[in-house]
């Protein structure tokens, strides 16, 4: 397990926790097959792993530019927050999946290092910014 659900990842939204829980498992269940640490070809799960994610991470990014929008949040963190996304999907659609191929554990480690740190920093700094606007801004 690379990455670990605590409560001050909350953002006060069940929606959003729950899709940034999801993208946790996602990112443990490729930690999974990394620390399995054997010599047997692990790509294709690695892959279809990777790319659910890929796509899931466009489906919650969506979501969250859509709940901007609806409340009304300020268009300064609003542009961060896209800024921020764009980033994210650029990156993983840079990953070499021919390293991924090649060099399997490394790459993965290498991979997983990123989406972890990333993850942590989107919830803790970007998207607890805006739980804290939807908690001062909802009844
Ligand atoms: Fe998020």
Redesign the pocket.
Known sequence: MVIKWKDAYSCYDPA?DEQ?KKMMDMINQMAEIVELNDDADHYDELLEIFNALKDYAVY?FSH?EKMFEESGYDSFNTKIQIHEHKGFINKVASINLYDLDENQMDTARNVLDFLSRWLDH??LVI?KKFGSFLEENTI
Request: charged content about 30%.
């Open positions: 959003i940034h919650h969250e989107h919830i998207d």
